[in-house]
């Protein structure tokens, strides 16, 4: 008996993957599970792009909007998470479709890897989230570069919460994080799966998409959002591991007065572009994505037609 069929829908912020994703879904009999880091906390519907009800198209989504922003979620947490979502998709006879941007959790999970155990310190964790707040993620990120160089280069400044995951394995574990990664294993898949990735043929209109999306958000309420978790968590005593997501940390700074309303949009927009950019790296580095290129979002045919195509190959042989 052939391995279960599973299929993957990737690529870059604003890339049309919520679309394509129930798309498929409804055309092959399938349910989705979420690849998204952001899209796992309550609250953040508009910061983290959660897929509204309409977008959803009456299919099945999972691990979306159903962990407090305080608690914190490993690859390790969402291989587990994600895997018995899967299995539980396959045991009513569907399709699993992983939807999402966040490239350790699609790797990991495809992948099958297995983590060593570490035990969470929540008291080191907060201390961490501190600097980053009150003294930059830059100061955090040294701290990273002088402890474990190797684990630095693996993970972006701006990442706040790698950095603090990583500072926290070192400081539990007393080993380096780099080294704990690398004794990550990687066992036989009991999936075969069809990686679809998306991606536009020049970077300017992926770009030039993702300002739009952002000024829609904007005008759908992201401003309003993003004030009540900060408000939330001023009067709690402290900014918690989600409120780093792209589109809340942004308007902080308009808040607390130091800056208009418009340069924190653009700096939202900015940081989007450059978290597309790191996406890209990380995806390319996957030579079994099967990549969909397109040339403007008004292709929407041609890119589920050449989905469904691929698809039909892949799970047939």
Same mark, same amino acid.
């Given at each position: ?7 993957? %829908?990737?690529?870059?912020? @604003? ?8 798309? /498929? ?21 508009? @910061? ?30 969402? %291989? ?71 684990? &630095? ?12 995951? @990583? /500072? ?36 300017? %209109? ?19 959002? @993003? ?15 989600? &409120? ?21 949009? &653009? ?8 978290? &597309? ?30 989905? %469904? ?9």
């Amino acid at each position: 008996m052939s391995e279960p069929f599973v299929l993957a %829908v990737v690529g870059p912020t @604003a890339s049309g993957k919520t679309w394509l994703g129930a798309e /498929l879904a409804k055309r092959f009999d399938g349910e989705v599970v979420s690849a998204d880091s952001m899209q796992i906390y309550k609250d953040m519907d508009i @910061a983290s792009a959660k897929p509204t009800a309409e977008e959803m198209q009456g299919i099945p989504h999972h691990l979306i909007g159903f962990l407090d922003r305080s608690e914190t979620f490993s690859a390790a947490d969402y %291989v587990r998470l994600a895997g018995e979502a899967v299995n539980g998709i396959l045991s009513r006879g569907k399709l699993p479709v992983i939807v999402g941007g966040t490239g350790l959790y699609i790797d990991s999970l495809l992948g099958n890897v297995t983590f060593p155990a570490m035990k969470p310190d929540p008291e080191y964790r907060h201390q961490l989230t501190e600097i980053a707040e009150t003294q930059g993620n830059a100061v955090l990120y040294d701290m990273l570069v002088r402890a474990d160089p190797a684990a &630095a280069e693996s993970i972006h400044m701006n990442n706040v919460v790698r950095v603090v995951r @990583a /500072l926290e394995v070192i400081h539990t574990s007393g080993r380096l994080f780099s080294e704990l990664k690398a004794e990550s294993r990687r066992e036989p898949s009991p999936w075969r799966s069809l990686i679809l990735g998306l991606n536009t043929s020049d970077r300017s %209109v992926l770009y030039e998409r993702i300002d739009r999306r952002v000024e829609e958000m904007v005008s759908r309420g992201l401003v309003e959002e @993003a004030r009540e978790i900060w408000l939330r968590d001023k009067a709690e005593g402290g900014f918690r591991t989600a &409120a780093n997501a792209i589109g809340c940390k942004e308007l902080y700074p308009y808040f607390e007065g130091e800056s208009s309303l418009e340069e924190c949009i &653009a700096r939202i927009q900015q940081e989007s572009r450059r978290y &597309a950019k790191r996406q890209l790296t990380w995806f390319r580095r996957n030579e079994y994505i099967h990549w969909i290129i397109f040339d403007n979002f008004g292709q929407k045919n041609e890119i589920l037609e050449k989905s %469904v195509k691929a698809m039909e190959i892949y799970r047939n042989v």
